[in-house]
């Protein structure tokens, strides 16, 4: 278990806004393995060439051979639909998994700001053309997001994911009070049953004060190995700092430029977030283990400086584990970095 909880990090960016689609900002991603060979790395982004006015993000995506060099696909692979309520203005944050006729991709979705987000998925037959699947995966008052599935072979899979909590009332009453990790299962892809009780809750450092904002389980090959969880955490701004307020509900037909400039803003008022994990001998009770991935702070120059959060792993030939994650460095620039998990 060792090899998983320390890393190096990988050399430069995987990716970077470089097209009209994804220049102002580019987040969230969800790796995956190619069925002709190599690696699909599907990832949020915004920019100008957004499909509607109202558009806060959508999923695009970039192939690899090696896994570290990646070239970008034109189009969008899943976009927000305007004349759906609860997916009309963002999806983002997508986990594929293959099914039993293609593949299923699981998305945070997000409509106006006074509703909680949900999470959605689609179908594909090739991975480049995606289809929604009808209706909401899950759901609650305050919100859930961040998919992250894990197969549990013959029984089906488990969906990790953070559930926003605004207490009575909802995120319509109040501000919120936690957002911790719980976990849904399922048995067909598409009807999901949820774990009883919280797999991970935060607060429970300055560091996690602000909530999870995603979690991914390894489920473990051997009878005698533990199940290990990735998951990022944000830390609260210094007290009395003024936080400008973030562009969630831009009901006007303001300009991508406009959008990403004022979340960009909300991002550096002070905020942190880190890459934690966690063990478990059920993939159901978590015991922490510590932060293993986190950029040095406002005055360095990583690409990572400021936040390190929403990653994906995947495992090369080789048996180590590769993470994927969005950076923020002290400007502002919002890219996807790796991490390589080192030799036993």
Known sequence: MIEKLHWHKDDGPRIEGSRELDCLKVQAPG???????GFRLFYTAIGPAKPFPACQGYILSAVSDDGLHFEPEPGIRLAPQLEVPYR??????????????????????RGTADRPVVICSAFSKDMLHWTFDDGIRLQSSGGVGAPRYVSLGT??????????????????????????????VTTDGLAFAMDPGIRIHDKRSKQDAKGITAAEAIAPTRADDDWIMFYSAWQDVPPGTIVPSHPSDPDTTGSSESFAAASIASDLAGYRSRIFAATSHDGLTWQPAGCVIEGSGYDSNELDAVHAEDMSLIQLDDGRYRMYYAACDTQGNWRVVSATSKQR
């Open 155 to 184: 029984a089906g899979g488990r969906l990790y994911y953070f559930n926003s909590d605004y207490g009575e009332g909802g995120k319509a009453c109040g501000t919120r009070i936690s957002q911790p990790v719980v976990s849904a």
């Open 88 to 109: 009309s203005r963002r999806v983002l944050a997508p986990s594929v998994t293959q099914c039993a006729e293609g593949w299923r991709m699981y998305v945070e979705a």
């Open 31 to 37: 790796i995956t393995r190619r069925p002709e060979g």
